[in-house]
């Protein structure tokens, strides 16, 4: 089975590597191609006696096409390893520091463009070339003659290779693609890709239509020059007048690194010309070598690729979930993708009738992203993917844990498993109760859970609190001693105390979420006030409709556990939380985008309510402050175009703490 999937992904990454870099043309997307290569390396390191001499890990680049006069490359043009988020980041720099003790970086934008290599003989131009697969490339002198920014000649009468990227700017290509459109002509796809088919042209005259531009940033043979250091010969190169980017930063240390990439992750629409992550080096040549290199690329340097807001993946197929309430949601089963900086293999498919009205198949390519930047979910369908071997959507008709038939409630799209005994429901209710939204009992989690009901000591949400009855049975079970189980009982303990809302919340009522148990604990101040509550009661509340109020009064109308609950000892009144109101966050409406350092999502919306602020999950004119952490997305982007007020984390927390 593994052998059979490294040859599938070989199959699938020599072909689009052929109509990247050969036909400039791909049909698969970049994130697409690096997650295929991803997968193939995990599965090669694990699985070392199964990688194939022809495995394009071992491989730099792309064929040479025939319409090229080939060029052997004396030094081989590398390729960069690709890294996603800050922990791979930071195993970067720890690997690095096992040889380098105080490493300096030097970071740049990754120019999204086409390699080049540029020899010079007495400082004239004699030849710019491919990478091609890395050792061979393609001369395409007489196309790289038509671009401006590149010298004919150099100050110095030198012999000089200097390597770096073409591109062409976005408002060419623009251009380029209006013209297209009205000779209605396919459009380029990307800059890239219109770059790269504008130099691999025999004839010259449409690479100097079509404005291509170059940065220049590395020097083969740095020794040759006395250079010492990667900053230095970015420097050499400038005087040679090349056009070295602007934007590069020497960093002394990773907490740099990363500031330079947040910078770059929210300011790169910016740019005149397309980027698609960050390259970071290890700036001394001395370290570099000691460092060395892989087969494929060099230990000593890294790319840290942005994250796409949506991505395309395979669903492989669809399973069936019960929740605590019954429901039946469907899942999709999807070869692992990295969606903002975190590798996803599943994602919700709602109901049935959301699958029916995307059209989704077994064995689609589907976009996914993630819903609130927290939940994966498939937003469509590539149909211009399809082979005609994908299979129909079928709803079940029985749960998939306990067989019992479903039901579908009038005017409503989801189905439901009727059996209060089901063991999913059972567990899914017991994992949600002890969730820290509601009682938040911490060391509850999924597996706990679970071993705990299958060793029949918490069936009940009453069982937990009765678990230290069975103190020594539970510290012989394995992976637990005294310390863990001291540590659960005492937070079962702690959660007693919560507010009523708290346990409203945890109690599983359908259509009670969060929010609507505040308004129920407020309202009614003590449990027993809301068991006997009526419908008109409950219905003549603000928020609270009819159907939240049915499920309320059915709740109640046969339960015996909150009884229960009250006897072991937890607090059932309401317990209003201490507002410390602030001026700067006093109806004002707030919005969170990226990656908080200091706290999580959930916690920061906590305390923005706390001090008077109402929080939502889309910008508009009406918002009052966006707050931005580490890769944000199109949220920030709209903010400054609406011109609302922005915060950094680290203002958020200035304005939190006055």
Not at 59 to 83: A, C, R, T
Not at 163 to 192: D, T
């Amino acid at each position: 089975m593994i052998e059979k999937r490294i040859d599938e992904l070989i199959k699938i990454i020599n072909k689009a590597s052929f109509e990247y870099y050969t036909n400039d043309n791909p049909s698969i997307t970049d994130q697409e191609y690096d997650d295929y290569m991803d997968e193939l390396i995990r599965l090669e390191t694990n699985y070392p006696h199964l990688v194939r001499d022809d495995s394009p890990t071992l491989k730099i680049g792309g064929q040479v096409i025939d319409d090229f006069k080939k060029v052997n490359h004396q030094i081989p043009m590398m390729s960069l390893g690709d890294i996603f988020n800050y922990d791979e980041l930071d195993d970067f720099d720890n690997k690095i520091r096992k040889v380098v003790a105080r490493p300096t970086y030097v970071c740049e934008l990754k120019i999204d463009g086409l390699s080049v290599s540029l020899l010079y003989e007495n400082g004239k131009l004699i030849r710019g070339a491919t990478r091609g697969d890395g050792t061979v490339g393609e001369d395409i002198t007489h196309n790289v003659r038509t671009i401006k920014n590149v010298p004919k000649s150099l100050p110095q009468d030198i012999d000089i290779e200097v390597r770096g990227e073409i591109y062409m700017p976005k408002s060419s290509f623009e251009k380029l693609n209006e013209e297209r459109r009205k000779n209605k002509e396919k459009e380029f796809a990307n800059p890239r890709n219109a770059a790269a088919g504008s130099v691999r042209r025999l004839d010259s005259k449409i690479a100097r239509e079509r404005n291509l531009s170059t940065f220049i940033y590395h020097l083969p043979n740095p020794d040759s020059f006395n250079l010492n250091s990667h900053y230095e010969s970015l420097e050499f190169m400038k005087k040679l007048n090349f056009n070295v980017n602007k934007e590069i930063k020497k960093c002394i240390s990773l907490q740099e690194v990363k500031e330079y990439i947040d910078y770059w992750t929210i300011h790169r629409s910016d740019l005149a010309y397309e980027i698609d992550g960050i390259v970071i080096k290890v700036d001394n040549y001395r370290d570099q070598r000691k460092l060395g290199y892989t087969a494929r690329v060099p230990k000593w340097a890294i790319a840290y690729k942005f994250p796409a807001e949506q991505v395309l993946t395979k669903l492989r197929d669809i399973e069936f979930c019960v929740g605590r309430t019954g429901k039946i949601t469907p899942r999709a089963i999807l070869s692992p993708v990295r969606v903002a900086g975190s590798v996803v293999s599943y994602a919700t498919l709602h109901n049935e009738d959301y699958i029916k009205s995307k059209d989704i198949k077994i064995g689609d390519t589907v976009s996914i992203r993630k819903a609130g930047d927290i939940i994966p979910e498939v937003v469509e369908v590539i149909k211009e993917r399809r082979t005609k071997d994908e299979q129909d959507f079928h709803m079940i008709d029985a749960c998939p844990i306990c067989g019992t038939k479903l039901v579908k409630k009038l005017n409503e799209a989801a189905y439901f498993c009727p059996n209060e005994k089901c063991d999913a429901r059972n567990i899914e209710g017991l994992i949600h109760f002890a969730s820290r939204d509601a009682m938040n009992i911490e060391g509850f989690g999924e597996s706990v859970v679970d071993d705990f009901y299958n060793s029949n000591y918490l069936k009940t949400i009453p069982d937990f609190y009765t678990l230290k009855n069975y103190k020594e049975e539970l510290m012989n079970k394995e992976g637990f001693g005294l310390k863990s189980i001291n540590k659960l009982l005492e937070a079962i303990e702690n959660s007693k105390k919560n507010s009523l809302d708290k346990l409203i919340f945890g109690l599983g009522i359908r259509h009670v979420g969060n929010k609507t148990a505040t308004i129920l604990a407020n309202e009614f101040q003590t449990l027993d006030n809301l068991k006997h509550a009526s419908f008109e009661d409950l219905s003549s509340i603000t928020d609270i409709g009819d159907k939240i109020a049915k499920s309320i009064i059915e709740y109640f109308k046969n339960e015996k556990i909150t009884d229960k609950l009250k006897e072991l000892g937890l607090n059932m009144k309401y317990v209003k939380p201490i507002q410390n109101i602030s001026s700067d966050f006093q109806d004002k409406t707030f919005v969170l985008t990226g990656t908080l350092q200091t706290m999580g999502r959930k916690e920061a919306q906590d305390l923005i309510t706390s001090l008077g602020g109402k929080n939502t999950n889309s910008v508009s004119k009406n918002t009052g402050v966006v707050i931005v952490g580490e890769q944000p997305g199109s949220k920030y982007e709209k903010a400054l175009k609406l011109g609302i007020t922005i915060w950094t984390e680290e203002e958020f927390l200035k304005h939190a703490r006055r």
